[in-house]
């Protein structure tokens, strides 16, 4: 994925070409790993069992300041 660069361009437009390519390509690279790491993160049983614990107590708690709230209204 690594470009080849050329060992003396000719003209600047050439070597503005040849950085901005080398620019890009490292930056998706970069970007790839990135993702890697994010999908083996997100794929861990520990890390999704702890989310859906904490949306339930989340959930609960909700309810239960409702129900506290209509109490007092009520």
């Known amino acids: 994925m690594q470009s080849e660069r050329h060992t003396a361009p000719s003209e600047p437009n050439e070597r503005a070409a040849d950085e901005g390519r080398l ?26 069992m702890l989310r859906i614990v904490l949306l339930g107590a989340a959930i609960a708690a909700i309810i239960f300041l409702l129900f506290q709230r209509l109490a007092q209204i009520g």
């Open 23 to 48: 620019t890009i390509e490292r930056a998706e690279e970069a970007w790839q790993r990135q993702v890697e790491g994010e999908n083996a993160a997100a794929s861990a049983p520990s890390s999704t």
